[in-house]
């Protein structure tokens, strides 16, 4: 990775506070640049990497990226804080929602990617190979696209290996949310998230969910930046005292896509953060005269991960996530 300064106090790698812009050595990224603010305490310490805007329509974590500059002091930490505030950069200002307009791959899927794959599969490759090499926890914040609500969430990934996951579930609980989503091991067989990516790895990395609809909201931006500074703590990069918790930080061990079942236009019953039940009606499609095409139901005991906002969904194409509480299972008779 070769890093430019701009504005910066001191130059790339040296204790003090770094702005200025990454490229990454893979010539397939060559044409972007990539904002970094880097705060190094004098004192060695752990590496927390810190990003936001692989969704460029996810304001308030974006906001919160670039508002965590200003809270890291070197004289008052240990180690390294890296920041990236927006890693979707062929997206900027182009609005697009979930994809690289380059390759219309989804990069929060792409992990771990590849160095010799589409754009966004070497920008994960970059991001885990190059910026977060060596790094001890990877935090990518996120939340509320232009179509969609989400609880205030966190998600690590379980893996066979309990060394490894006593600390992502550590770090995920850092934050103040309603939900705690241990992904199941199985995701690993895929290319994921960043948490899926890192731990086929056997490193470290967590998201963060907050916000709605595209909207810049105080409450999801302060959710991000508290619980980011609360993985800074947990890293004793610094040593203030760590916030309060209000919310319930429910654990939960999956993750279940619930799609619309029809063509048509969704309209919910239940908000995201609410408890449900299996077999529980959680909104109807309905045509354009207003009748009921067909009722959707959740699959599972759990909370509401999130919903889409915008009611005209196609058939297949998901309308709202349930995560299911830890040693909760079909047939359990609970
Ligand atoms: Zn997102």
């Keep these: 990775m070769k890093v430019t300064a701009t504005i910066s106090d001191v130059e790339y790698g040296q204790p003090g506070l770094f702005r200025g812009y990454a490229s990454f050595s893979n010539p397939a990224l060559s044409a972007f640049t990539w904002p970094i603010c880097e705060i190094r305490g004098a004192r060695p310490g752990a590496k927390l990497c810190i990003s936001a805007g692989v969704h460029v329509n996810e304001v308030a974590a974006i906001e919160a990226a670039v508002r965590l500059q200003r809270l890291f002091h070197p004289e008052k930490m240990q180690g390294t804080v890296s920041i990236i505030p927006l890693i979707n950069q062929p997206a900027l200002y182009k609005y697009s929602e979930y994809v690289c307009p380059l390759d219309r791959k989804n990069i929060n899927f792409s992990f771990p990617g590849s160095a010799t794959g589409t754009f966004s599969e070497c920008l994960c490759d970059a991001i885990m190979g190059e910026w977060c090499v060596d790094a001890d926890c990877y935090v990518d914040m996120h939340g509320g696209d232009l179509r969609e609500n989400v609880s205030k969430f966190t998600i690590y990934q379980r893996t066979d290996d309990a060394a490894l996951n006593a600390p992502a579930q550590m770090m995920a609980m850092c934050f103040d949310s309603e939900i705690v989503v241990g992904l199941p091991a199985s995701h690993m067989q895929n290319p994921g998230r960043p948490p899926t990516g890192f731990a086929a790895h056997g490193r470290l990395a967590i998201m963060s969910e907050a916000g709605a609809n595209g909207l810049l909201d105080e409450d999801s931006v302060r959710f991000h930046v508290d619980g980011v500074l609360n993985v800074a703590r947990a890293l004793e990069i610094i040593e203030t005292p760590p916030t309060a918790f209000g919310r319930a930080r429910v654990l939960c061990d999956d993750y279940l896509w619930v799609a619309a079942p029809c063509d048509g236009e969704f309209h919910a019953d239940v908000e995201p953060g609410a408890r449900v ?45 349930i995560a299911v509480e830890e040693g909760f299972h079909p047939n359990m008779g609970r």
């Design 277 to 321: 039940e299996r077999n529980q009606r959680l909104g109807t499609m309905r045509n354009f005269f207003g009748e009921i095409l067909a009722e959707i139901k959740a699959p599972q005991t759990g909370l509401l991960l999130w919903r889409m906002t915008h009611p005209s969904i196609p058939k297949g194409s998901p309308a709202l996530a």
